[in-house]
Protein backbone atom coordinates (compact mmCIF):
# COMPACT_ATOMS: atom_id res chain seq x y z
CA UNK A 1 0.00 0.00 0.00
CA UNK A 2 1.21 3.35 -0.88
CA UNK A 3 1.98 6.20 1.27
CA UNK A 4 2.52 9.54 1.94
CA UNK A 5 2.90 11.36 4.72
CA UNK A 6 3.60 14.76 5.07
CA UNK A 7 4.68 16.63 7.98
CA UNK A 8 5.99 19.84 9.07
CA UNK A 9 3.17 22.81 8.66
CA UNK A 10 1.84 24.92 10.79
CA UNK A 11 1.67 28.48 11.75
CA UNK A 12 4.40 30.90 11.61
CA UNK A 13 4.61 34.72 11.14
CA UNK A 14 5.63 36.40 7.83
CA UNK A 15 8.88 36.40 6.67
CA UNK A 16 9.81 33.22 8.56
CA UNK A 17 10.25 29.79 8.09
CA UNK A 18 9.07 26.01 7.68
CA UNK A 19 10.82 22.90 6.26
CA UNK A 20 8.13 20.46 5.16
CA UNK A 21 8.84 16.54 4.85
CA UNK A 22 6.85 14.14 2.89
CA UNK A 23 7.58 10.23 4.39
CA UNK A 24 6.85 8.09 1.58
CA UNK A 25 6.83 3.91 1.92
CA UNK A 26 4.76 1.35 -0.51
CA UNK A 27 6.78 2.51 -3.25
CA UNK A 28 10.65 2.26 -4.46
CA UNK A 29 11.05 5.95 -3.96
CA UNK A 30 14.30 6.58 -6.04
CA UNK A 31 12.29 5.59 -9.06
CA UNK A 32 9.61 8.54 -8.77
CA UNK A 33 9.68 12.09 -9.71
CA UNK A 34 8.11 13.67 -6.75
CA UNK A 35 6.23 17.06 -6.31
CA UNK A 36 4.41 19.91 -3.85
CA UNK A 37 1.51 21.27 -4.36
CA UNK A 38 -0.71 23.70 -2.25
CA UNK A 39 -4.37 24.81 -2.15
CA UNK A 40 -5.58 27.33 -0.66
CA UNK A 41 -9.25 28.29 0.01
CA UNK A 42 -11.89 28.60 -2.70
CA UNK A 43 -8.63 28.42 -5.02
CA UNK A 44 -7.03 25.50 -7.13
CA UNK A 45 -4.76 22.71 -6.27
CA UNK A 46 -1.11 24.77 -7.57
CA UNK A 47 2.27 23.90 -8.67
CA UNK A 48 4.94 24.44 -6.00
CA UNK A 49 7.55 22.54 -7.19
CA UNK A 50 9.08 19.51 -8.74
CA UNK A 51 12.39 16.90 -8.62
CA UNK A 52 13.59 13.95 -10.78
CA UNK A 53 14.02 11.09 -9.21
CA UNK A 54 17.68 10.82 -8.08
CA UNK A 55 17.18 14.73 -7.54
CA UNK A 56 19.25 16.24 -10.13
CA UNK A 57 17.28 18.42 -11.32
CA UNK A 58 14.43 20.78 -9.89
CA UNK A 59 11.69 23.29 -11.27
CA UNK A 60 10.12 25.73 -9.00
CA UNK A 61 7.01 28.01 -9.57
CA UNK A 62 7.62 31.71 -10.15
CA UNK A 63 5.93 32.76 -7.01
CA UNK A 64 7.93 30.39 -4.67
CA UNK A 65 11.63 30.95 -6.64
CA UNK A 66 14.52 31.98 -4.56
CA UNK A 67 11.97 31.42 -1.66
CA UNK A 68 11.31 27.82 -1.01
CA UNK A 69 13.56 24.34 -2.19
CA UNK A 70 12.35 21.22 -3.06
CA UNK A 71 15.33 18.29 -2.18
CA UNK A 72 15.23 14.54 -1.60
CA UNK A 73 16.63 11.78 0.83
CA UNK A 74 16.45 8.71 -1.42
CA UNK A 75 18.04 6.79 1.33
CA UNK A 76 15.20 8.02 4.17
CA UNK A 77 12.71 7.80 1.03
CA UNK A 78 11.62 11.43 2.11
CA UNK A 79 10.55 14.26 0.23
CA UNK A 80 11.97 17.46 1.59
CA UNK A 81 10.45 21.46 0.82
CA UNK A 82 12.37 24.41 2.62
CA UNK A 83 10.34 27.38 2.80
CA UNK A 84 12.06 30.59 3.31
CA UNK A 85 10.92 34.11 3.76
CA UNK A 86 6.83 33.26 4.19
CA UNK A 87 4.44 35.56 2.70
CA UNK A 88 0.72 35.19 3.80
CA UNK A 89 -0.27 34.56 0.70
CA UNK A 90 1.94 30.89 0.93
CA UNK A 91 -1.38 29.93 3.47
CA UNK A 92 -2.42 26.72 1.70
CA UNK A 93 -2.56 23.03 2.37
CA UNK A 94 0.62 21.35 0.91
CA UNK A 95 0.79 17.94 -0.78
CA UNK A 96 3.88 16.00 -1.86
CA UNK A 97 2.77 13.82 -4.79
CA UNK A 98 4.44 11.01 -6.55
CA UNK A 99 5.29 9.68 -10.48
CA UNK A 100 6.94 6.89 -11.53
CA UNK A 101 9.65 7.81 -13.46
CA UNK A 102 8.33 11.45 -13.55
CA UNK A 103 10.10 14.60 -14.73
CA UNK A 104 9.41 17.55 -13.41
CA UNK A 105 5.68 17.69 -13.86
CA UNK A 106 4.05 20.51 -13.24
CA UNK A 107 0.24 19.11 -13.73
CA UNK A 108 -1.46 17.50 -10.87
CA UNK A 109 -3.65 15.33 -13.09
CA UNK A 110 0.26 13.43 -14.27
CA UNK A 111 0.90 12.19 -10.60
CA UNK A 112 0.12 8.73 -9.87
CA UNK A 113 -0.28 9.18 -5.64
CA UNK A 114 -0.89 11.86 -2.84
CA UNK A 115 -0.51 12.83 0.47
CA UNK A 116 -3.38 13.90 2.27
CA UNK A 117 -1.45 17.25 3.01
CA UNK A 118 0.04 19.52 5.99
CA UNK A 119 -1.96 22.86 6.55
CA UNK A 120 0.83 26.06 6.48
CA UNK A 121 -0.62 29.42 8.22
CA UNK A 122 1.51 32.00 7.55
CA UNK A 123 0.41 35.13 9.87
CA UNK A 124 0.88 39.44 9.73
Known amino acids: QVQLVESGGGLVQAGGSLRLSCAAS????????MGWFRQAPGKEREFVAA????????LHADSVKGRFTISRDNAKNTLYLQMNSLKLEDTAVYYC?????????????????WGVGTQVTVSS
Open 97 to 113: AAKFRGLLLQRRFDYDY
Open 26 to 33: GITFSQYG
Open 51 to 58: ISWRGSST
